[in-house]
């Protein structure tokens, strides 16, 4: 072979390494997970809320753990692999805040809701209102456990303020969360049942009767903050971000849920009267 042969053959597999370089596809990054520990009662407005944002950050993968708050709490003091809390009472997130469990200038209070008292339509409850308790007889009412949830840690204190804890105490069906107690008077296994109007709201199965006192419990506030074992702090940044936008406020005002103040400072904390 010539010595031109060699260099002509030598210019080719140049050529086609150069070629095969500038059109090897572009290597895609792997979404980024967002672990997120949410209250029951945002089973429902999530998933509207959820896809919208992984839409719109495309870089990441939304992961929901469901529980009740007190639980998820416990489980993140725990070291929970988690980035972002979002319990149905902002008192879970402030007890994390003591002890030094949430990313300084993450927290946000982002929406509430009221504490109602229901009944099934099936077997609607013989009562109209709140004061009917008092009077009328009932054989069970459902209730959250104050042991592992926030709606029952605040139904607690609604039913001690109107006098009724010591009169229906025999007749508590406990629910471990608030849709476990919508189940429950959806069911027919309880005549009344005290959840929050955001899991009431959209059920058909049952039918609210009253709204219990705005100064009869902890003004229900829902928060949500970045907490000690984020990993992906960015994407739990975006989430805030993402909670405060018009649109999805409109989206949490439509599942029921109240708009509030952004930010929940001390006076916005009202001890409830005795």
Known sequence: MTRRSVLLRNLFFLGVLTTTVWTAPPVQAQPETLTIAAANSLRDVFRKVLPLFEAQHREINVRVIYGPSQTLRNQIEQGAPVDVFLPSLFEEIEQLEKKGLIIQGTRRTYAGTSLVLITGTTFPAPIASIQDL????????????????SVGKVAAQFLKYNNLDSQLKSQYVFGEHSRAVLDLVAKGEAE?????????????????LDTAQADSHTPVRYGVAAVWTAKNISGAEDFIAFLLTPPIQTVLQEYGFDQVSTEVGVAQQEKVKP
């Open 134 to 149: 008092k009077t009328v007889p009932i054989r069970r009412i459902a209730v959250g456990d104050p042991k592992s949830s």
């Open 192 to 208: 009344v049942g005290v959840v929050y109007r955001t899991d009431a709201a959209s059920n058909t199965k049952v039918r609210i």
